[in-house]
């Protein structure tokens, strides 16, 4: 079955750690998301990517960063430059030339210990 | 500024009866718009959608409403079951518009929590 799958569910970082949580599509889609929710925030865009080796930062990006190196992977680095870490992250994806809905993974919890 | 507001963080309905969501958005240019459902720890699922072209929308339980003048839209649900209890999230798109250098892009508002009582 297509989906796109986040890994790993939970995750754990101490401070000054960087961490990365991966987003893996088989649906063959061309764009590609990562948002960040927090309790009365919403979704807020961190970065997002259209085409392979190519992407743009979002809402939030300060602190994140992420690569493109295949259309199935946009991975999601947290790095010790992000001040507050602690948050539900989702990945997303949709076909630009299909339509506007998104496909959304199942989440990371991350939480710095 | 947001775009896409949902004014209301939390609605409690009672089982049987109708629960409306509303939202509400300040950028002319959108032309879809989008409702999601959430979960706890898991990730938003696609609900139902509407164009600009359109006024109303049905599926099902669910129906969402778009009055492109007051720049409002609302998901009613009915009859509305516990099963129901979830973030509601409104989204809204553009092609034409240039978000962040990205036509297309969906932007959402911060979600309403829906508790439907037995």
């Known amino acids: 079955d297509g989906g796109i799958t986040q890994s790993p569910k939970y995750l754990f970082r101490k401070e000054g750690q960087n961490v990365t949580l991966s987003c893996e599509q088989n649906l063959n889609h061309d764009a590609m998301y990562w948002y960040r929710q927090d309790p009365g925030q919403g979704l807020r865009l961190i970065y997002y990517?259209?085409?392979?080796?190519?992407?743009q930062k979002g809402d939030i990006a300060e602190g994140y960063s992420v690569s493109r190196e295949k259309k199935e992977s946009f991975p999601l680095t947290v790095t010790s430059a992000q001040k507050n870490p602690t948050a539900f992250y989702l990945c997303a994806s949709n076909a630009i030339e299909a339509g506007y809905g998104y496909t959304f993974g199942s989440g990371t919890r991350l939480t710095v210990v | 500024d947001q775009q896409v507001k949902q004014n209301s963080p939390s609605l409690s309905v009672q089982e049987g009866r109708i629960s409306i969501l509303n939202c509400d958005y300040t950028n002319s240019m959108f032309d879809y718009f989008l409702w999601y459902k959430k979960y706890p720890a898991e990730g938003p699922t696609f609900l139902i959608s509407i164009s600009s072209i359109k006024d109303k929308n049905e599926d099902g339980r669910f129906t969402v409403f778009l009055n492109k003048s007051a720049k409002h839209l609302s998901l009613h649900i009915v009859p509305s079951q516990p099963g129901d209890s979830a973030v509601y999230f409104c989204?809204?798109?553009?092609?034409?518009?240039?978000?962040?250098?990205?036509?297309?892009?969906?932007?959402f508002g911060k979600g309403t929590k829906l508790s439907v009582k037995p």
């Open positions: 990517s259209q085409i392979v080796n190519d992407f």
């Open positions: 989204a809204a798109s553009a092609r034409r518009m240039n978000y962040g250098g990205s036509q297309g892009n969906l932007i």
